[in-house]
DNA sequence: TCTGGGGTCCTAGGACCC
DNA sequence: TCTGGGGTCCTAGGACCC
């Protein structure tokens, strides 16, 4: 039965150390895509693989991917491997941590399976995926501190205390996930935000920084052919304290000005003139087709189309500065 | 890490409709 | 006309991740 195979995958996550360079990361990926079909990039240097299809015993499968890209790129990288994507997670993790000696580590933990809820029992809570600070101090106040102690807690008074995410807890705390690899997420929302060196308080620049936003924003959009229905203003203030606000049009849009404008209306409502801001940002959510009608009134949306693929174009081919607004007197 | 940027998911309340 | 329940959409904020 092929389903079984999907309850319970061998996977590798496999983790570089080079945050700063995405065309090292098309080339890792080149290179794990030719180890299996099923490949998840979850962040720039790390991807879930799926190799229960494969042939090759998995111990010597991590070593020859390792070897290879290190070889080839010249990369060092870790590799975790166990049944399930959450415990081949934290198995990386752990190898890197525990690598000794001068360099970036190059390691290599596999977990097998049956062995999961030991593996993980004396590692810090913190480690589970979806713990973070806030979490793990409510925990450590019930005396919670490893995973092993929350695997040990009665998963009835963690549902009582944390709600469904309790439940879920109480099984990633055992070493249980059923979250298949999946190649290709759709995205849900694109942003830009910009913290300033100081607090602005002119209302033009601040105006003039929104409609960078917007633009980039708007870019991103069509660029993956996308629109979004839904605008969101972020600020934050010079106390740190953040605010979002946000507006749903009445149809998805790509478009720089309606981002801006739609974005800047938003300002005025929540910011008095001349109310100093540390952050903004603006970013666009509920994301569909572009949707392109030309009737009797959109003889200028169209126009404004073309105008704005040309200036995409200028600003692909010379860069983003080749092009600015006209800046109000 | 007295604090950068771009994301995801969840919760909770209110509006609105049937 | 009043009351109530439930579903859905929208908005705002928070926790978390890389």
Redesign the pocket.
């Known amino acids: 039965m092929a389903r079984a195979l999907r309850l319970c995958p061998s996977l590798l996550v496999v983790s570089g150390h080079y945050r700063d360079y995405s065309t090292m990361s098309d080339q890792v990926m080149d290179r794990l895509h030719r180890v299996s079909g099923l490949v998840e990039q979850?962040?720039?240097?790390?991807a879930f693989l799926d190799v229960s299809d494969t042939p090759e015993p998995v111990e010597q499968l991590a070593r020859r991917v390792q070897t290879q890209i290190h070889a080839e790129l010249s990369l060092p990288c870790s590799v975790g491997v166990a049944g399930n994507k959450l415990v081949a997670?934290i198995a990386t993790e752990v190898g890197k941590m525990s690598a000794r000696g001068d360099g970036p580590p190059m390691a290599r933990t596999i977990v097998p399976a049956g062995a999961e809820a030991a593996f993980l029992a004396p590692l810090p809570a913190e480690m589970l995926?979806?713990?973070?600070?806030?979490?793990?101090a409510r925990l450590a106040e019930l005396g919670i501190r490893t995973i092993g102690d929350l695997a040990r807690w009665p998963e009835k008074d963690l549902e009582t205390r944390f709600?469904?995410?309790g439940r879920d807890l109480a099984r990633r705390a055992r070493g249980e996930d059923l979250r298949p690899v999946v190649s290709e997420h759709d995205?849900?929302?694109?942003?830009?935000?910009?913290?300033f060196a100081r607090d602005v308080s002119d209302d033009k620049e601040l105006e003039r920084t929104l409609r960078d936003l917007a633009a980039q924003v708007g870019r991103?959009l069509r660029r993956s052919e996308l629109a979004g229905k839904?605008v969101k203003l972020k600020l934050r203030w010079p106390d740190?304290t953040?605010?979002?606000?946000?507006?749903?049009l009445s149809s998805p849009t790509d478009d720089d000005v309606e981002i801006f404008q739609t974005a800047v209306k938003l300002l005025h409502s929540v910011r008095k003139s001349g109310q100093p801001v540390r952050?903004v940002?603006v970013?666009v959510?509920?994301l569909s087709e572009p949707i392109r009608q030309l009737g009797l009134w959109d003889a200028n949306t169209d126009r404004n189309r073309r105008l704005q693929d040309a200036v995409d174009q200028l600003r692909e081919r010379y860069g983003r500065e080749i092009i600015q607004h006209a800046k109000t007197p």
Request: charged share 20%; aromatic share 8%.
């Open positions: 979850i962040s720039i240097d790390e997670k995926w979806g713990v973070g600070p806030k979490t793990a709600g469904e995410w995205v849900k929302s694109m942003s830009q935000e910009t913290t991103s839904t740190f953040t605010l979002t606000r946000q507006s749903t952050l940002g970013g959510s509920a």
